[in-house]
């Protein structure tokens, strides 16, 4: 088969790729709509439909389902489940393929069809999963699976803002290169106001109450490593061993380490120390949900976090990345595409470029850690659409807690030493080639 302007190997291994982002995003849908207020109440609407719902009698129906665990929070818990256990048996199933002529390969890259209907037996499945244990034993699951996922997020952003940086130097010496310079200048700027109006922000409305001692401590922390992070950045011997290292690159981290500072401040049970957006714009206090009050998750916090996930989600489908650092955490080969001389070989004397695997040889990327990574994003969104509140056993009450706050604060600290080691591991490591 020919493929024009392409090659088929890369071609179906991204297609991969965004064909299980899509079921991903596709169970983050179904969650989504499962939370949404009134959905338990529509459906109560359905006679017949929902055990205590309407009271219309039909001959030969009676009510069978319970949808105090098909909506809300359960339905969440049970979705996300079901998601999770899915990528992680295909991370399991996926260890060590080397290359294209693994028979598993060809499952990773089709069966769409059996593997759709895996993900719905699973979720099936997932429903009839009794309450009890494992509503507290999953919610801990989740607190981890998060934690690590958080920092993969930082990781992608760091690859995304080094591709970003040496695109636009790479413009900037082929076309107008003032043109350039003033928009990485401009984006960096943007990127370090935003971060500094949000380190004002919250020393002014999250460290107001006598126990906030806490947040003026992460508030601080987090903006003195910020500085550090952006002054290693641009020291001489880093730019030595990495040109395109710069401050677009530390202006965005900083920012989203701010945001993950302020998501981290919003789980804290103490609303002195919390108060909502809502309740700063009316200038009233934010109370504490009682047991039983429906928490909602489309709060600012919420939807901030699902556009990040949604953003990194795609790009880890879709990225190529040259920095060698980001390639080694992320378990991508280095050396991704076909070489000069493979193209050339790829090319019949017609004119018509033939298909060629690339990767016969070497997979361009892991497909077992690539399935890992959805199997956290699944516990992420799940933990994101919950607020991180802890249920009790039975569900009855949602509230924040403590565990969530370090979890969140801890992350950011150990995603910013990854980026630091990113930047200091060429001059440290100097007998090594990171290029």
Same mark, same amino acid.
């Given at each position: 088969?020919?493929?024009?302007?392409?090659?088929?190997?890369?071609?179906?291994?991204?297609?991969?790729?965004?064909?299980?982002?899509? &079921?991903?995003?596709?169970?983050?849908?179904?969650?989504?709509?499962?939370?949404?207020?009134?959905?338990?109440?529509?459906?109560? !609407?359905?006679?017949?439909?929902?055990?205590?719902?309407?009271?219309?009698?039909?001959?030969?129906?009676?009510?069978?389902?319970?949808? *105090?665990?098909?909506?809300?929070?359960?339905?969440?818990?049970?979705?996300?489940?079901?998601?999770?256990?899915?990528?992680?048996?295909?991370?399991?199933?996926?260890?060590?393929?080397?290359?294209?002529?693994?028979?598993?390969?060809?499952?990773?890259?089709?069966?769409?069809?059996? !593997?759709?209907?895996?993900?719905?037996?699973?979720?099936?499945?997932?429903?009839?999963?009794?309450?009890?244990?494992?509503?507290?034993?999953?919610?801990?699951?989740?607190?981890?699976?998060?934690?690590?996922?958080?920092?993969?997020?930082?990781?992608?952003?760091?690859?995304?803002?080094?591709?970003?940086?040496?695109?636009?130097?790479?413009?900037?010496?082929?076309?107008?290169?003032? +043109?350039?310079?003033?928009?990485? &200048?401009?984006?960096?700027?943007?990127?370090?106001?935003?971060?500094?109006?949000?380190?004002?922000?919250?020393?002014?409305?999250?460290?107001?109450? *006598?126990?906030?001692? $806490?947040? !003026?401590?992460?508030?601080? &922390?987090?903006?003195?490593?910020?500085?550090?992070?952006?002054?290693?950045?641009?020291?001489?011997?880093?730019?030595?061993?990495?040109?395109?290292?710069?401050?677009?690159?530390?202006?965005?981290?900083?920012?989203?380490?701010?945001?993950?500072?302020?998501?981290?401040?919003?789980?804290?049970?103490?609303?002195? +120390?919390?108060?909502?957006?809502?309740?700063?714009?009316?200038?009233?206090?934010?109370?504490?949900?009682?047991?039983?009050?429906?928490?909602?998750?489309?709060?600012?916090?919420?939807?901030?976090? &699902?556009?990040?996930?949604?953003?990194?989600?795609?790009?880890?489908?879709?990225?190529?990345?040259?920095?060698?650092?980001?390639?080694?955490?992320?378990?991508?080969?280095?050396?991704?595409?076909?070489?000069?001389?493979?193209?050339?070989?790829?090319?019949?004397?017609?004119?018509?470029?033939?298909?060629?695997?690339? $990767?016969?040889?070497?997979?361009?990327?892991?497909?077992?850690?690539?399935?890992?990574?959805?199997?956290?994003?699944?516990?992420?969104?799940?933990?994101?659409?919950?607020?991180?509140?802890?249920?009790?056993?039975?569900?009855?009450?949602?509230?924040?807690?403590?565990?969530?706050?370090?979890? !969140?604060?801890?992350?950011?600290?150990?995603?910013?030493?990854?980026?630091?080691?990113?930047?200091?591991?060429?001059?440290?490591?100097?007998?090594?080639?990171?290029?």
């Amino acid at each position: 088969n020919s493929c024009p302007g392409c090659c088929p190997s890369t071609y179906n291994s991204t297609v991969s790729r965004l064909a299980f982002s899509f &079921l991903l995003l596709l169970g983050s849908l179904v969650s989504v709509i499962m939370i949404l207020p009134g959905m338990e109440a529509q459906l109560k !609407k359905i006679p017949g439909f929902c055990v205590g719902g309407t009271s219309i009698t039909i001959p030969g129906i009676e009510n069978k389902v319970n949808c *105090d665990v098909i909506v809300g929070y359960k339905s969440v818990y049970r979705m996300c489940f079901a998601m999770a256990c899915f990528f992680f048996l295909f991370s399991i199933i996926m260890i060590r393929v080397r290359s294209s002529k693994d028979p598993r390969a060809s499952l990773q890259n089709g069966f769409w069809f059996f !593997k759709f209907l895996i993900l719905v037996g699973i979720t099936v499945g997932a429903f009839f999963i009794p309450d009890g244990t494992f509503n507290t034993v999953w919610f801990y699951f989740g607190v981890v699976g998060s934690f690590i996922f958080i920092i993969i997020q930082l990781i992608l952003l760091v690859d995304f803002s080094h591709t970003w940086n040496q695109s636009w130097l790479e413009n900037a010496e082929e076309g107008n290169s003032k +043109c350039w310079f003033a928009a990485l &200048l401009s984006f960096t700027v943007l990127h370090y106001a935003l971060a500094f109006s949000a380190v004002v922000l919250f020393y002014v409305y999250y460290t107001t109450g *006598d126990d906030c001692t $806490e947040h !003026k401590i992460f508030i601080s &922390l987090n903006l003195i490593f910020c500085i550090i992070i952006s002054i290693v950045a641009i020291l001489p011997k880093v730019q030595e061993a990495q040109p395109s290292s710069g401050l677009l690159q530390a202006s965005l981290i900083s920012l989203y380490t701010m945001y993950v500072t302020w998501s981290a401040m919003t789980n804290n049970p103490n609303r002195k +120390c919390n108060p909502s957006l809502l309740s700063l714009v009316n200038n009233n206090p934010s109370p504490t949900p009682a047991p039983g009050q429906e928490v909602q998750w489309w709060d600012a916090q919420g939807i901030i976090g &699902l556009v990040i996930f949604f953003f990194c989600t795609l790009y880890a489908s879709i990225r190529s990345s040259n920095n060698t650092q980001v390639n080694r955490l992320m378990q991508t080969e280095e050396n991704q595409g076909l070489a000069a001389d493979d193209h050339e070989a790829a090319m019949g004397e017609d004119g018509v470029r033939r298909a060629v695997d690339n $990767e016969e040889d070497a997979v361009t990327y892991s497909y077992s850690f690539f399935h890992f990574s959805l199997c956290l994003a699944s516990l992420y969104i799940m933990m994101t659409l919950t607020n991180w509140y802890q249920p009790d056993a039975d569900y009855q009450a949602m509230q924040s807690s403590m565990p969530a706050v370090w979890v !969140k604060i801890s992350s950011s600290w150990i995603g910013l030493a990854l980026y630091l080691w990113t930047l200091v591991a060429p001059v440290i490591l100097s007998n090594r080639d990171f290029n």
